[in-house]
């Protein structure tokens, strides 16, 4: 079965420094993609980035890149240049056949001042 | 474009009654998800409709649990009766995309309360 592994329940950045959230994932499938959102506490899902597993080049959109380690099945998201509005949960997810994505525990991020 | 709306934002209920939650999905999305998100976990699939065909509820507590998706637009997730663990987030999400990427577009959720 497909499993999706954020081990760090919290993490701390300074504002304007760049940050690095964990993902791992489990999967036999040969083609997959792999998901980042972020979740304000008003509660929405924001979509953030996106990775195929046949891209050959780690998927960037703005501040936000994915450093994509086929190998060793993880996809770390980084945000570069922090700001306080950066602060959220994070999760990352697979996406399955058929389209439904299995998401991993989050990752709660607080940026400082 | 308009996002996807749910309503009620909240909802605050005793356990054994029964609830809806209603979802409007972007326009001309033909895929429509319900998640549960119990505090502290990610969301998990109770049920994904192709229009108003059910593609997934393997997830679903079907003994308390319905939804439907009406002329493959709008749609309600009902629970009845409600117990203490149906506390959560309830997240409606709408894709459109036929290509592989199948991004998701999520409401602001429901929030409810069971006690």
């Known amino acids: 079965a497909q499993k999706i592994t954020q081990t760090q329940p919290g993490m701390f950045v300074q504002e304007k420094e760049a940050v690095t959230l964990d993902c791992t994932y489990d999967?036999?499938?040969?083609?997959?993609?792999l998901f980042w959102y972020k979740q304000p506490s008003s509660g929405e899902m924001i979509f953030l980035i996106y990775?195929?597993?046949?891209?050959?080049q780690n998927a960037t959109e703005g501040r936000y890149s994915l450093n994509f380690q086929k190998a060793r099945k993880s996809a770390n998201l980084v945000i570069s240049a922090s700001q306080l509005g950066d602060s959220a949960m994070y999760f990352c997810?697979?996406?399955?056949?058929?389209?439904?994505?299995?998401f991993g525990q989050g990752t709660e991020l607080s940026v400082k001042p | 474009e308009a996002g996807v709306a749910q309503s009620p934002r909240y909802k605050i209920i005793e356990k054994r009654q029964s609830v809806a939650f209603w979802c409007n999905p972007i326009?001309?999305?033909?895929?429509l998800y319900w998640y549960q998100q119990i505090l502290g976990q990610g969301p998990k699939l109770l049920i994904q409709?192709?229009?108003?065909?059910?593609?997934?509820d393997s997830q679903l507590p079907k003994d308390r649990f319905s939804a439907e998706r009406l002329k493959g637009v709008d749609s309600t997730l009902k629970i009845q009766p409600a117990k203490l663990e149906d506390s959560a987030v309830y997240l409606c999400?709408?894709?459109?995309?036929?290509?592989?990427?199948?991004?998701?577009?999520f409401g602001p959720g429901t929030r409810l309360t069971v006690t």
């Open positions: 999400a709408s894709s459109s995309r036929t290509v592989f990427i199948y991004e998701q577009y």
């Open positions: 999967t036999s499938d040969p083609s997959y993609g």
């Open positions: 990775q195929g597993s046949y891209d050959q």
């Open positions: 997810a697979m996406r399955e056949e058929g389209g439904k994505l299995i």
């Open positions: 326009s001309g999305h033909a895929t």
């Open positions: 409709f192709q229009n108003n065909g059910v593609v997934d």
